[in-house]
T-cell receptor
Framework: GENVEQHPSTLSVQEGDSAVIKCTYS??????FPWYKQELGKRPQLIID?????GEKKDQRIAVTLNKTAKHFSLHITETQPEDSAVYFC?????????????FGAGTRLFVKA | SQTIHQWPATLVQPVGSPLSLECTVE??????LYWYRQAAGRGLQLLFY??????ISSEVPQNLSASRPQDRQFILSSKKLLLSDSGFYLC????????????FGQGTRLTVV
């Protein structure tokens, strides 16, 4: 079945450094790629998303890139802050006969050290 | 505005007992609805998704089932729980007709003992 691989599983950076999380997907029909942030004990919340007709999208300190040919997409966080510490999930969405389906990666636990 | 309600927040059930988790959405019509499970320290595993009343797609064959008896109601059930069913269950909805952000409920932490 469809699969989303996410790396690394854990990432530790110094405050002010950049963090990069990478994902690959298997379903060539995927056309929607959201990223969610989940703080401890809370529900996941969308931080940024990108669609297949766009190669890059930026929102302040967060940027996502998509390479549809290679089925790769990445999250870049610049000037990291302690409050960026959380679990980040990538996901790939596609439309099939059953509806809109979104498959998530296993998550990356990001630690930002002050 | 739209809101999503999921209950109960926590649940401890013995092995072999039945399960019913309920999720309702307010403020929108015909939402896409989803059930995910998050095992400790793991990702979000898609269990079921639905685009309308009575229309359920299953991602993982197991002893769980889902139903959508009303437009904005999504129920996750099991006739007999297994220890491996323990986890954090999240319901989510998204705007119908297109692929957009999923809005998650607060989740139910299920412990099967």
């Amino acid at each position: 079945g469809e699969n989303v691989e996410q790396h690394p599983s854990t990432l530790s950076v110094q405050e002010g450094d950049s963090a990069v999380i990478k994902c690959t997907y298997s379903d060539s029909a995927s056309n929607y790629f959201p990223w969610y942030k989940q703080e401890l004990g809370k529900r996941p919340q969308l931080i940024i998303d990108i669609r297949s007709n766009v190669g890059e999208k930026k929102d302040q300190r967060i940027a996502v890139t998509l390479n549809k040919t290679a089925k790769h997409f990445s999250l870049h966080i610049t000037e990291t802050q302690p409050e960026d510490s959380a679990v980040y999930f990538c996901a790939a969405g596609s439309l099939n006969t059953g509806g809109f389906k979104t498959i998530f990666g296993a998550g990356t636990r990001l630690f930002v050290k002050a | 505005s739209q809101t999503i309600h999921q209950w109960p927040a926590t649940l401890v059930q013995p092995v072999g007992s039945p399960l019913s988790l309920e999720c309702t959405v307010e403020g929108t019509s015909n939402p896409n609805l989803y059930w995910y499970r998050q095992a400790a320290g793991r990702g979000l595993q898609l269990l079921f998704y639905s685009v309308g009343i009575g229309q359920i797609s299953s991602e993982v064959p197991q002893n769980l089932s889902a139903s959508r008896p009303q437009d904005r109601q999504f129920i996750l059930s099991s006739k007999k729980l297994l220890l491996s069913d323990s986890g954090f269950y999240l319901c989510a909805w998204s705007v119908p007709g297109t692929h957009t952000e999923a809005f998650f409920g607060q989740g139910t932490r299920l412990t099967v003992v």
